[in-house]
């Protein structure tokens, strides 16, 4: 059974330039959510979608930053005119009931 | 509003000692804790949840009690083994059903 998958796992880009960030859910689940981690931050909430339909994007910076869920087998993070400080790891997790996560491996963006 | 506090950032202990992470949080619902764990270069995993019928939750030697008096939800060990090293996030379930987490707390376990 596999778990979440997100790719890529590393992604280097430059800055001002455009990062796109999948996120394969497991299969059945009905709820998605992105989070990013930093050491200084923590795990910080930045959306999340219950049955493909956008809940809560309260934690998302609105200028740059987008998600969507197209279909129930995957949503994207799209960050636009990234900054240094987008460096982050970015996770996707889904749940079946909306309580317990499963994470993915999460990806690791790094802007120079 | 709804928020989760855990007020240690770092906690060092020597093997064989007790643990205890703390959580606190508020909550405009009836709440609903986690503890996840995220070892070096995994990816965070459910440790423990809190249940609505006064059952104490238990994995891998962890427990915690939800204490709504206090709104906290401590994370406690009798007995730090090495292989308990790593990040701690305490989360809680809030409005819209989203799930947000504490700062985390890194804990070391030394021989």
């Known amino acids: 059974n596999a778990g979440v998958i997100q790719t890529p796992r590393h992604k280097v880009t430059g800055k001002g330039q455009e990062a796109t960030l999948w996120c394969e859910p497991i299969?059945?689940?009905?709820?998605v959510f992105w989070y990013r981690q930093t050491i200084v931050q923590g795990l910080e909430f930045l959306t999340y979608f219950r049955n493909q339909a956008p809940i809560d994007d309260s934690g998302m910076p609105k200028e740059r930053f987008s998600a969507q869920m197209p279909n129930q087998s995957h949503s994207t993070l799209k960050i636009q005119s990234t900054q240094p400080q987008d460096s982050a790891v970015y996770l996707c997790?889904?749940?079946?009931?909306?309580?317990?996560?499963?994470f993915g491996e999460g990806s690791r963006l790094i802007v120079v | 509003g709804d928020s989760v506090t855990q007020t240690e950032g770092l906690v060092t202990l020597t093997e064989g000692l007790p643990v205890m992470l703390n959580c606190t949080y508020q909550s405009t619902y009836s709440p609903f804790l986690f503890w996840y764990v995220q070892h070096l270069n995994e990816a965070p995993k459910l440790l423990l949840k809190?249940?609505?019928?006064?059952k104490r939750p238990e994995h891998q030697g962890f427990h915690a009690t939800l204490h709504k008096s206090s709104s906290s939800f401590h994370l406690q060990k009798s007995s730090a083994q090495l292989s308990d090293s790593a990040l701690y996030y305490c989360?809680?379930?809030?409005?819209?059903?989203?799930?947000?987490f504490g700062d985390g707390t890194q804990l070391v376990v030394k021989p």
């Open positions: 299969s059945g689940h009905s709820a």
């Open positions: 809190s249940f609505t019928d006064n």
């Open positions: 997790a889904s749940s079946l009931t909306g309580n317990t996560l499963y």
């Open positions: 989360a809680l379930r809030g409005s819209n059903n989203r799930i947000f």
